[in-house]
């Protein structure tokens, strides 16, 4: 089935450690984002990327970073210099802008 | 950049009854207005959603409205049922550009 796989998704971090979160999609969309997910915040956009080995900071960009090698993947690393990582990680991809097909989500506890 | 305001953020109602989410957005620019059902410890999947050329969309139980003059759209959900418990999402953007910005959410909770 078509659909967008995040892994993993449980993940703990203790403070100090960078950790990286897996998005893969077989819909074959050119566009691919992360967004942030916090109680009564909505969805705030972190990195999106139009087309491979190209991607733009988002909203809150800050203590993370992307890479688009391939179509298919877009992973993202929450670094050590992020100041509140705790939160639900959601990745999504589009067959054009603003139609977006989510994945199930990874929640990330900094212990 | 865009600015996206949804109300209100929790609505409750009863099974049958009719629920109407409300949003509005800043950006005269923005010419399509999706809308995201997410249950509890999922993602949010597109239920919805209307472009700037057209004032009404209707799909079963669910209709969207949109008003450009007021740069405001509705979702409109009739005979509730306690599936259609969850949050839901209005989004805004400009065709040009892939920058999706999202309301807060209303959490609707259908009571049996």
């Known amino acids: 089935d078509g659909g967008i796989t995040q892994s993993p998704k449980y993940l703990f971090r203790k403070e100090g450690q960078n950790v990286t979160l897996s998005c893969e999609q077989n819909?074959?969309?050119?566009?691919m984002y992360w967004y942030r997910q916090d109680p009564g915040q909505g969805l705030r956009l972190i990195y999106y990327s139009q087309i491979v080995n190209d991607f733009q900071k988002g909203d809150i960009a800050e203590g993370y970073s992307v890479s688009r090698e391939k179509k298919e993947s877009f992973p993202l690393t929450v670094t050590s210099a992020q100041k509140n990582p705790t939160a639900f990680y959601l990745c999504?991809?589009?067959?054009?802008?603003?139609?977006?097909?989510f994945g199930e989500g990874s929640r990330l506890t900094v212990l | 950049g865009e600015n996206v305001e949804q109300h209100p953020s929790t609505l409750s109602v009863q099974e049958g009854d009719s629920a109407v989410i409300k949003c509005t957005y800043s950006d005269s620019a923005s010419n399509y207005f999706p809308w995201y059902k997410q249950e509890l410890g999922k993602g949010p999947q597109l239920i919805i959603d209307?472009?700037?050329?057209?004032g009404e969309k209707k799909d079963q139980r669910i209709a969207v409205t949109l008003n450009k003059t007021a740069k405001h759209f509705s979702l409109h959900i009739t005979e509730t049922q306690p599936e259609d418990s969850a949050v839901y999402f209005c989004?805004?953007?400009?065709?040009?550009?892939?920058?999706?910005?999202f309301g807060k959410g209303t959490l609707l909770t259908v009571n049996p």
């Open positions: 989004a805004a953007i400009q065709s040009s550009n892939y920058k999706l910005t």
């Open positions: 999504a991809s589009g067959r054009g802008p603003g139609e977006l097909f």
């Open positions: 819909l074959n969309h050119d566009a």
């Open positions: 209307i472009r700037s050329n057209v």
